[in-house]
Structures are given as C-alpha cells and as structure tokens.
C-alpha cells in the first residue's frame, strides 16, 4: 500500500501533467479570447520556498482562468500544483467534477467555524501546493462594495505562505471586423508579500480588509498606464 506521502506524490504528478495540457492548450485559446492588458508591478520568475496564495477580486466565472493565462510561463511551471477552491454547489453534474478534478479544483464549505471549512484547504498547503483565493466569495462588479470574508486572515494566522495579489477588471464585449464577440480584460499583477508582514502590521479585525486593500489599490496602477475602463 501507497503511504500518505506517496499518494501525495502521485496526486501531485497527476496535477501537474493535466496542468500542463491545461495551461499550454485551453490557457492558450483563453489569452486569444480575452485579449488582455496585463501590467505586471514586478516580474516573478524565482521558485518560491513556501506556499503560495494569490488573492484577487472576483468579476466573473471566468476569473481563475484569466489569472492562469496572465502569468509569466515559468512562473506558473515552476509552481505547479495548483489548487482552486469552489462551493459545493458547484459540483452538482458529473461533467463538473471531472472537469474541476482534471485541473486541480476542490470543493469547500461555506458554512460552519473556519477551521471546518477551510480544513481542505490547509491539507492543500501542507502538501505545498498552491491556491487562487477569492476572500469577496461572490462575484462584484467594479463599483459594488463587499467587505471580504474573514478566512484569508484565518488562513495566514495558521499558514505561512506568499501572498501575490492581482486585480482583474472586464470590458464588455465587441465586435471584432470579422463580426466575431470578443472579450477584453485588464490586469495587474502585484508583488508577492509574506504573510507574516500582515501579522504584524494590521490588527486581528481588519486583516482581511487590508489584504484585500493590496487587491483594490493596484486598480490605480491600470488607471495611470492605460486610461480608465470605458466600457
């Protein structure tokens, strides 16, 4: 019998293939159809010595995608495995879970104390892998305000892993010559940050505010390189 070490070995191995067709194949046709802006504070390009956790606003399903095609190749390479949380609701047709189990997505709870329901994704940081967190937890458009879910300051007080925040904004689709809709998204990738500087800098009941404020700030860096969003 596999020991739990070697499950998760095999577990990685599996991922990280299917993450690879993933993002070489599907990501590809992803950039073509998004056509994105993407401004990037910093280039990441070193492998990271502990987990990683990128956080970003929430617009639309096609979010955890968009990030994936906007990150530097060997950046994304590098870290593989990566992991997405969804809600359970999320997973109610066949089709859907395996699509979600082929590319690495795991379902959560979001009911109950944090350490029920983000009790998947701690297992998923002790194995090292990465994450894609969304503490707004639903979608919000640019000009609606949310105070975001306190589980990102729970997750940081238990884990010690990187933050990278990025912002994500969306036009609304055109018509391309051809007569074909396109999509069009902008983004900003920011700079990764230890989760111990927000420990230390921000109090207990306004972390999850702060960290989402990194989120939100880097909006200003779209604003100056290419104009506000005229949908």
Same mark, same amino acid.
């Given at each position: 019998?596999?020991?739990?070490?070697?499950?998760?070995?095999?577990?990685?191995?599996?991922?990280?293939?299917?993450?690879?067709?993933?993002?070489?194949?599907?990501?590809?046709?992803?950039?073509?159809?998004?056509?994105?802006?993407?401004?990037?504070?910093?280039?990441?390009?070193?492998?990271?010595? +502990?987990? @990683?956790?990128?956080?970003? &606003?929430?617009?639309?399903?096609?979010?955890?995608?968009?990030? %994936?095609?906007?990150? #530097? *190749?060997?950046?994304?390479?590098?870290?593989?495995?990566?992991?997405?949380?969804?809600?359970?609701?999320?997973?109610?047709?066949?089709?859907?879970?395996?699509?979600?189990?082929?590319?690495?997505?795991?379902?959560?709870?979001?009911?109950?104390?944090?350490? +029920?329901? @983000?009790?998947?994704?701690? &297992?998923?940081?002790?194995?090292?892998?990465?994450?894609?967190? %969304?503490?707004?937890? #639903? *979608?919000?458009?640019?000009?609606?305000?949310?105070?975001?879910?306190?589980?990102?300051?729970?997750?940081?007080?238990?884990?010690?892993?990187?933050?990278?925040?990025?912002?994500?904004?969306?036009?609304?689709?055109?018509?391309?010559?051809?007569?074909?809709?396109?999509?069009?998204?902008?983004?900003?990738?920011?700079?990764?940050?230890?989760?111990?500087?927000?420990?230390?800098?921000?109090?207990? *009941?306004?972390?999850?505010?702060?960290?989402?404020?990194?989120?939100?700030?880097?909006?200003?860096?779209?604003?100056?390189?290419?104009?506000?969003?005229?949908?």
């Amino acid at each position: 019998m596999k020991t739990r070490q070697g499950r998760v070995q095999t577990e990685s191995v599996l991922l990280s293939k299917n993450q690879h067709f993933f993002y070489h194949i599907f990501l590809k046709w992803v950039r073509h159809l998004f056509n994105a802006d993407v401004l990037h504070v910093k280039f990441h390009e070193e492998k990271l010595d +502990r987990p @990683l956790v990128i956080i970003a &606003n929430h617009m639309s399903a096609w979010d955890p995608f968009l990030i %994936f095609s906007i990150l #530097r *190749k060997n950046f994304v390479l590098k870290h593989i495995t990566w992991r997405l949380p969804s809600g359970v609701s999320q997973f109610q047709f066949w089709h859907q879970r395996k699509f979600f189990k082929f590319i690495g997505v795991y379902s959560i709870k979001n009911k109950g104390d944090f350490s +029920r329901s @983000l009790k998947e994704t701690f &297992n998923i940081l002790d194995k090292g892998q990465n994450i894609i967190f %969304f503490p707004e937890a #639903r *979608k919000v458009m640019l000009n609606e305000k949310v105070e975001p879910k306190k589980g990102i300051s729970h997750l940081i007080e238990h884990k010690s892993v990187y933050i990278l925040p990025i912002f994500l904004e969306y036009k609304r689709r055109h018509k391309s010559k051809k007569g074909v809709k396109i999509g069009k998204a902008r983004a900003v990738v920011g700079d990764l940050i230890k989760s111990e500087y927000f420990l230390q800098k921000y109090d207990k *009941k306004e972390r999850h505010k702060a960290i989402m404020g990194y989120v939100y700030d880097l909006e200003q860096h779209l604003v100056r390189r290419f104009g506000g969003n005229k949908n």
